[in-house]
């Protein structure tokens, strides 16, 4: 079956320096792949979109990348800031109608 | 822009109870709307599917007849939870999406929904 993982621990970083976040998949060959921060009580917010022929993304603090052979994408956010702290979910798309989230990561950015 | 709402964010309702919730596109006109559940420390569970004027897609394992969804304009759909029973206390999000399968998916607010 379809399976998603993300680091089940929470990634505790000094504010500054780069967090990465990991998103593996197996039994899986998505089309694309989407990152997303939700924050306590609230619904996810979009941040970045991947295609599976682009190999990294940017926008701002954030980077993505995609690699198709490992199967995992990694989700970068330089400079932290205590305000990146969040749960950040991963959700590959095979079909491009449906979105199979993973369980998400907690990140906590200290000053 | 691709802002949703979600009305109401917190319910709390006595058990047999029926509860509707509404999810609105503000500023697009969505084709397709989603509706998922998270419980406490869990992932988004897809809930179903509803394109304008059809039938919503049930995931599987997703009673219809207890959540029924009913999306009547571009911009509104309503999902109505039945009969409410403490085990469907749950964290209720929508999604709404402007355009085909490959466009992104954006999300409301959510809704608390508490059955006593």
């Known amino acids: 079956s379809q399976k998603i993982e993300q680091n089940s621990e929470a990634l505790n970083i000094q504010e500054g320096k780069t967090a990465t976040l990991t998103c593996n998949y197996t039994n899986y060959s998505p089309a694309y792949l989407q990152w997303y921060r939700q924050d306590p009580g609230r619904g996810p917010v979009f941040l970045l979109l991947?295609?599976?022929?682009?190999k990294e993304k940017r926008k701002e603090r954030l980077k993505v990348t995609f690699d198709t052979t490992l199967k995992q994408s990694l989700f970068h956010i330089t400079a932290s800031q205590p305000a990146d702290s969040a749960t950040y979910l991963c959700?590959?798309?095979?079909?491009?109608?449906?979105?199979?989230f993973g369980a998400g990561t907690i990140l906590r950015v200290k000053s | 822009g691709a802002v949703v709402s979600q009305h109401p964010s917190w319910v709390i309702c006595k058990s047999g109870t029926s509860v509707k919730i509404e999810c609105r596109s503000l500023?697009?006109?969505?084709?397709?709307m989603f509706w998922y559940r998270q419980f406490p420390k869990q992932s988004l569970m897809l809930m179903a599917t509803s394109n304008e004027g059809s039938k919503a897609t049930y995931e599987q394992g997703v009673e219809k007849d207890k959540f029924l969804i009913n999306h009547a304009s571009l911009t509104l759909s309503t999902l109505t939870v039945t009969s409410a029973h403490p085990e469907d206390s749950s964290f209720y999000i929508c999604?709404?999406?402007?355009?085909?399968?490959?466009?992104?998916?954006?999300f409301g607010p959510g809704t608390r929904l508490l059955v006593l």
């Open positions: 991947i295609r599976e022929n682009e």
């Open positions: 959700a590959p798309s095979q079909d491009g109608n449906k979105l199979v």
């Open positions: 999604s709404a999406r402007r355009g085909g399968p490959w466009e992104t998916q954006y």
């Open positions: 500023d697009f006109q969505a084709t397709t």
